[in-house]
């Protein structure tokens, strides 16, 4: 792993490889922001397709950046066997037994040999315990399980909610979710229903419209109930029983409510609802990878699931602002079958307008496939990121060539078709070609060892075991839960032990009656004395029985340049009026969601009222009122936001602390993806000037070492012959011996030159390498202040309070207001 770029917005995938397969010392780290234009992998069987997506998925998790992982194989779940100690017994409940027989050993003799070969296979890729660690901190791993409880489950019955308000108001993306929702719940009862031409479909689809457009929320049960008594009364121009008589509609609702009965779907109904929040990020606003199990679904429920999934995230992307930096993953593995070429299945309208719209809001989508003809290609031209590795046939080999060659063609770019065609009948194992639209070339690259423990798909039961500590975390609040018939009987309970009121309205001491109606007419007042009543909240079999209030309201006016805060908001307060010296106790208000505009001028017929006290029936203690109530406002009411102290920034109104974490996340990633690219622009010339000159100064050295070695050979060859001549000869040295001598000498003196070369081009070598030694450690420095500056996900936050500004209550209604009595 290469020193100082982890948590910096690069993915540390592999090394790079020489066009001969041989290893380069060059880290492959792929830039997250490339990821916001999409991707594609493909490989057959045994490519390593599979580790490639885990560790893409295990860089994004370690830079925070949380991801949704559609599953259909069960292969993504692995990526919870994460073992920071490496230990042989933490493998041992997780390595596959068939494998350990077919190896002639024990399970435990074979977890010990796994947990070797992953300490093993870590090492040799820079890695350790620490980086799993830091890995399984960085982000929370769950795993759903629709239609089963075996993970966490996902409640079907939930899924049919009234989309976000965005997509409510574009009439294309409301009529795309609606269409996508009736074709796979239709096809999950077995109807295979056209849009245009299916009245199955068209009625659903009306009566997701009609609720949807209103921002209604449905059940299957509504939607059942629903289909027997529609909300309209015409469909096109012919009326509701011409187009769908009344006993066919009865039998699709039959065919709806035999699914919903179906043992099997109770696992529809119980969990979480299907909301693409709640699956990116946890409670506290940290990121979150889910990965959604689909493994024991049929190809109906899968499609249908998997559709919905698709259409809520279309939601949720067009509820987002937009940025460059990315913001969350989609990960879908196996995608045969969910975007064909021809064919239109409930998951490809979907998957086409995230491929097309996703990169705006920084939502990366990454598709996975070990079948790359029945692929739309087309559609797959808007991603820029293809990681290739080896095929299986020829056929798919032409089929790849013909979607990159049309990438290239959409970017503007150059494909060399040949090259690349022989670089993918040479790849072996867990190397891959990647071609980046971002960059100048292809890259030929392994992978990485992941962290993750690579055992295979995972079954129900073992997704079971590993899900107990999340299964097991407790109930849902009470604020999450229906309330049933008894909480809704208690809250209306008839108080049994209140004193009965007398004819005047003053309470008698002495056990009460069963219910309480205080009797009264309403009260003459001056009319100078505002008067309102305030609606009942919840119906009731008697007369309404009104209580004396101080109904207060006011725009108040928060601002504080600091934190740029510059907010209004109405308060609405009521404070009960007792009999005595004090009238008013402000400190006993409280605040109401009725304001000026919700009042009502009139009683409701036949009411009864409580006397006011005396100071009620005199206008002037409205005056004081009045000021005591702007008064009570300027010295209590505050309203408070979170402060991230490392960046300054400030929640906006109504913004949890969970959503400005989220927001703070964006923003850090942000500002370190700019000063990473300031951080390139500074260095990266210096850097590449020093490595062109290692290159020559390298080359220089190996010329030099070359012509040394030769000389060297040279000398002493002809100090050889010089020698044996004179040694052998029959007479004494003549003039060519000692000419050859002579020769012998000036070439030890050659060589002896060329040794001093060679020295001097080594010290040119190590005197280079030490300059790029120094600059690489200041480009690693400057690298880790970029990353050291704190975790928004976790760093604490400031509290700020905000006052109201001088000047900035406005006091709009100070009134008399009769409250209905609370039985």
């Given amino acids: 792993m290469p020193s100082g770029y982890e948590g910096l917005g690069v993915f540390y995938l592999g090394r790079a490889l020489d066009a001969d397969g041989g290893a380069l010392a060059q880290p492959v780290l792929y830039d997250a922001r490339d990821l916001v234009t999409h991707a594609v992998c493909i490989g057959m069987t045994g490519s390593g397709k599979t580790g490639l997506g885990v560790c893409l998925l295990e860089e994004a998790a370690l830079d925070g950046v949380p991801a949704i992982v559609i599953d259909p194989k069960g292969d993504l779940t692995n990526l919870l066997l994460t073992f920071p100690e490496l230990r042989p017994d933490d493998f041992l409940p997780w390595v596959n037994a068939d494998d350990a027989r077919q190896r002639g050993l024990s399970v435990d003799a074979y977890a010990q040999e796994q947990a070797a070969l992953w300490a093993r296979g870590l090492a040799e890729w820079g890695q350790d315990g620490t980086r ?3 890995l399984r901190e960085a982000a929370d791993f769950a795993i759903y399980t629709p239609g089963s409880t075996a993970g966490l489950p996902v409640s079907l019955l939930r899924s049919f909610a009234a989309p976000p308000a965005a997509v409510r108001a574009d009439r294309e993306a409301l009529a795309e979710r609606v269409g996508v929702t009736a074709t796979g719940l239709l096809g999950l009862v077995g109807l295979a229903a056209d849009p245009l031409q299916s009245r199955e479909h068209i009625l659903v689809a009306t009566i997701l419209e009609a ?10 049960p509504a939607l059942i109930h629903q289909i027997q008594a529609p909300p309209v009364a015409r469909v096109g121009v012919l009326d509701l029983e011409t187009f769908f008589p009344s006993p066919e509609r009865f039998q699709l609702a039959v ?14 109904t119980e969990g979480e609802p299907l909301d693409v929040d709640r699956l990116l990020h946890t409670p506290a606003g940290g990121p979150r990878v889910s990965v959604i199990y689909l493994a024991h679904l049929s190809d ?5 699931f998997v559709a919905l999934l698709l259409a809520q995230v279309v939601g949720w992307m067009r509820g987002q602002s937009g940025t460059t930096t990315l913001r969350a993953l989609l990960y879908m593995d196996e995608v045969f079958g969910f975007f064909p070429p021809v064919a239109n299945p409930p998951s490809k309208g979907p998957l086409l307008a995230l491929l097309k719209q996703a990169r705006a809001f920084g939502l990366g989508v990454v598709l996975a496939t070990q079948n790359p003809v029945d692929l739309d290609y087309k559609g797959l031209a808007n991603a820029g990121t293809w990681f290739l590795g080896r095929l299986q046939t020829e056929r798919d080999k032409a089929r790849v060539l013909d979607g990159l060659e049309g990438v290239a063609a959409s970017a503007g770019g150059a494909f060399e078709r040949a090259r690349i065609d022989a670089t993918l009948s040479g790849l072996g194992k867990r190397v891959f070609l990647l071609h980046n639209v971002h960059e100048a070339a292809p890259l030929l690259f392994e992978t990485r060892w992941a962290m993750s423990y690579l055992r295979g ?5 073992q997704v079971r075991r590993l899900m107990e500590p999340h299964l097991a975390g407790g109930a849902p609040s009470a604020s999450a839960l229906p309330r049933t018939a008894e909480a809704r009987g208690a809250s209306a309970a008839v108080r049994a032990d209140a004193p009965p009121v007398g004819v005047g309205g003053e309470r008698l001491a002495g056990p009460g009656r069963a219910v309480e109606v ?5 009260p003459v007042l001056p009319p100078e004395i505002r008067q309102v009543f305030l609606p009942a909240r919840l119906p009731s079999t008697g007369p309404v029985h009104y209580e004396p209030h101080l109904l207060a309201s006011a725009r108040v006016h928060f601002e504080d340049a600091r934190f740029g805060v510059d907010v209004v908001r109405d308060i609405s307060v009521l404070v009960p009026m007792r009999a005595g010296v004090v009238t008013l106790a402000w400190d006993a208000a409280r605040d109401t969601e009725v304001g000026v505009a919700e009042v009502e001028a009139d009683p409701a017929p036949g009411a009864t009222f409580e006397p006011p006290p005396p100071a009620a029936s005199r206008p002037k203690s409205y005056e004081g009122w009045t000021k005591d109530f702007a008064r009570w406002i300027l010295q209590t009411r505050r309203i408070e936001r979170w402060r991230h102290p490392g960046t300054g920034l400030v929640s906006e109104d109504g913004e949890p602390e969970r959503t400005f974490r989220i927001r703070l996340q964006d923003a850090w990633r942000e500002r370190r993806d700019a000063a990473v690219e300031r951080l390139r622009e500074k260095h ?6 020093l490595q062109e000159r290692l290159r020559r100064a390298e080359q220089a050295l190996a010329r030099e070492q070359l012509q040394a070695q030769q000389q060297q050979v040279q000398t002493a060859v002809s100090m050889g012959a010089t020698l044996l001549g004179a040694l052998v000869g029959r007479r004494a040295a003549s003039a060519g011996t000692l000419g050859r001598a002579t020769t012998a000498a000036r070439g030890a003196t050659r060589a002896y030159k060329e040794a001093k070369d060679v020295r001097r081009a080594q010290e040119t070598v190590e005197l280079v390498r030490r300059q790029l030694a120094e600059v690489e450690a200041q480009v690693a420095a400057e690298v880790r202040r970029v990353g050291a500056s704190g975790d928004p996900a976790t760093d604490p936050l400031e509290r700020v309070p905000i006052a109201p500004c001088r000047g900035g209550v406005v006091v709009q209604l100070v009134a008399l207001g009769w409250v209905p009595a609370t039985p």
């Fill in 132 to 134: 799993i660690r830091r």
């Fill in 684 to 689: 990266g010339a210096r850097l590449a000037a």
């Fill in 457 to 461: 798909p995972l079954t129900r039961d």
């Fill in 300 to 304: 109906a429920e899968r499609m249908f």
């Fill in 255 to 268: 065919r709806l409510n035999n699914l919903l009965a179906a043992p099997g779907f109770a696992a529809w």
């Fill in 518 to 522: 205080p009797v009264g007419s309403r």
């Fill in 211 to 220: 609720a949807w457009r209103d921002g209604v929320d449905l059940d299957l």
